[in-house]
């Protein structure tokens, strides 16, 4: 390992080199892209930021905002308002009956990871079994559930917008198991009369897996009815639904889009 190292150092140098200096690398005789500021190649292109990853897959990048990491409930209160209470666990937060959380800081477009997990006993079925949620905007719920070889309507299903649309696939791990979900959204605009402009969109990765590309919500999520807009804030709380079930969630991490 160690003869290796000059060569690493010298690889690094010109990864961070070429992310600082451009100019003497680029062209400046190539055609116009469309929009015609950069050229192809473009020398004076200025490089996008630096952003150091985390140390392992899943971990926060040094520009997310850490919303849940394993050691306290700052950050989140009750949906009612006052301190969340779940309970703590082995680096987790569990759901306990204490009603739904929320963030304390509101949040619009964003990119969101959530680790979570289904209790490893198995209790009850369909939508009694692991159920939970994550509620972006505190309205627009990516559904949470034990889906592992568990029937229940497929917009219900975990990773389902839900009474919405169903994901593309069910890439659920089984009961106890950690999952992942890797959420892009972006919030719905209005009008200044309320007219919905555009409507929020989700992308979701499950366990790494696409099942969700930028597909449209139809409206804030309701049990039982066809979900609708109503105008609300470009900022407003995640939530983490207590369904009843002592689902945990651990390693929440939000990066706010512009
Ligand atoms: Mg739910």
């Known amino acids: ?56 897959p899943g971990a926060p990048p040094a520009d997310a905002v850490v919303l849940f990491d394993g050691t306290n409930l700052d950050g989140w209160e009750t949906t009612k308002g006052g301190p969340a209470r779940w309970r703590l666990v082995d680096g987790a937060m569990e759901v306990n009956g204490t009603g739904s959380i929320r963030t304390t800081r509101g949040f619009g477009d964003c990119q969101l990871h959530v680790e979570w997990r289904a209790p490893a006993e198995v209790e009850s079925s369909s939508q009694g079994r692991g159920n939970s949620g994550v509620f972006l905007m505190g309205r627009y719920e990516v ?10 309507y497929a917009d219900g299903q975990a990773a389902a917008m839900y009474g919405q649309r169903p994901p593309a696939v069910n890439v659920c791990r089984g009961p106890g198991e950690w999952q992942t979900y890797d959420i892009v959204f972006r919030r719905p605009r209005f009008a200044d009369d309320g007219e919905v402009v555009a409507p929020a969109r989700v992308t979701v990765l ?51 889009l512009d």
Do not use: C
């Open 1 to 56: 390992m160690t003869r290796f190292s000059p060569l690493f150092s010298i690889v690094s140098t010109l990864v961070v080199a070429a992310g600082v200096v451009a100019a003497d690398v680029g062209y400046d005789d190539t055609p116009l892209l469309p929009g015609g500021t950069w050229r192809v190649h473009d020398g004076r292109r200025p490089p996008p930021p630096v952003v150091r990853p985390g140390r392992v």
């Open 143 to 152: 559904q949470v559930l034990d889906s592992y070889d568990n029937v229940t």
């Open 206 to 256: 499950h366990n790494g897996v696409l099942v969700h590309d930028a597909a449209p919500f139809l409206g804030a999520t309701r049990h039982k009815e066809v979900a609708r807009y109503e105008p609300h804030d470009d900022a407003l709380p995640l939530q983490l639904q207590d369904h009843g079930n002592p689902v945990r969630f651990r390693n929440v991490w939000v990066r706010p």
